[in-house]
């Protein structure tokens, strides 16, 4: 038995997905009309990206699950209209990306390299960084992508350790959770780094309040979403010198406006929202894998928890 998928994504998106899919689609043994347009009430499983055509899911009266591609899913888990089950992206190509994006800026920073690069003048300073061991590395989020960056930053023996909802153990990491568990994991943070979903629990976590908690001259780093910070806050953080430097990947308003006082600041670096990316090879075998599980009865891996939106 065949099944109808519709691809609804950006445009642009298709010619990198159309191949894989299909290649991906058939490895699982799954019969698929794989399309990009389709009358609504046949269409059995939705892939889904924010920015493509669908703003109302509820004509998709047989759809059996909405497969995102996008890891987080603050704008799709907020449709009232979107009553069917809902799975978010967890690939491994883009927790590959995430952990490099992580590790390399943390490096970046313990290592003292912007510093170093600027230090081309003829001065012979012989400061050694300190080891990692001796740098206390906070996460905030110990999901797919926290929990392989603070693994990657435990190997390379960083002291880590790193705060989610509910308990958790890594090895080679402290686990923190709850309101105390914040507060003691913001307090040893020299690098601290956000990889929270976005969520009406999470939005702002990082305010004046919670950036006062930290050591000063702390490094900020935001691979997560922008309103996880109070920008007013980290900008006011950053001209006391309590944060020291912020690298930030994602923003509140994306593109980032021409204007915003983060492009020009000196203590700075804006990346535009590369810390990671779905890859469309390993994401097709996930979402074949989902569908395959669906229509074998199996749960679907990844599901969101709709009422912790994410
Ligand atoms: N910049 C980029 O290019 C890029 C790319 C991909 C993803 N992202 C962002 O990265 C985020 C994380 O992705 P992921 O795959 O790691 O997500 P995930 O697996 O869902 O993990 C989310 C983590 O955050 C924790 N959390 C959620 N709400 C919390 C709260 N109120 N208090 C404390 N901890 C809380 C969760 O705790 P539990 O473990 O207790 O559930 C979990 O550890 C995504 O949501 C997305 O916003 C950015």
Known sequence: MSVTVLFD????????????????????????????????QTVDYIIYAPGGQITDFTPYSKTRAVLGLWAGVEKIASNPTLTQPLARMVDTG??????????????????GIDAQLAAQNGVWNPVAPPLARD??????????LGTASAQALSTLNFNVAGWSRRPKQIEGVTCHHGDAGLRDV????DILVLLLPLTSATENVLNAKMLALMPRGAILLNPGRGPLIDD????????????????????RTEPLPAD???WAHPQVTVTPHIASETRPQTAS?????????AESGQPLLHLVDRSAGY
């Not at 913001?186 to 943070?189: M, N």
Request: proline share 4%; aromatic share 6%; glycine share 10%.
């Open 9 to 40: 994504a950006p445009d642009g998106q298709w010619p990198q997905y159309d191949t894989a899919l299909r290649t991906a689609l058939a490895d699982a043994g799954v019969g698929a009309d794989l399309v990009t347009n389709a009358v609504p």
């Open 260 to 262: 915003h006082p983060y």
């Open 285 to 293: 075998t996930v979402i074949a894998q989902n569908i395959r599980r």
């Open 135 to 144: 740098r206390r590395v906070g996460i905030l989020g110990l999901g797919a």
């Open 186 to 189: 913001l307090a040893r943070s």
């Open 232 to 251: 007013d806050a980290l900008l006011a953080a950053l001209g006391t010198g309590q944060i020291a430097q912020a690298t930030l990947d994602v923003f």
């Open 94 to 111: 883009l927790t590959e990306g995430m952990t490099e994006w992580v590790t390399g800026h943390v490096l970046r920073h313990h290592l």
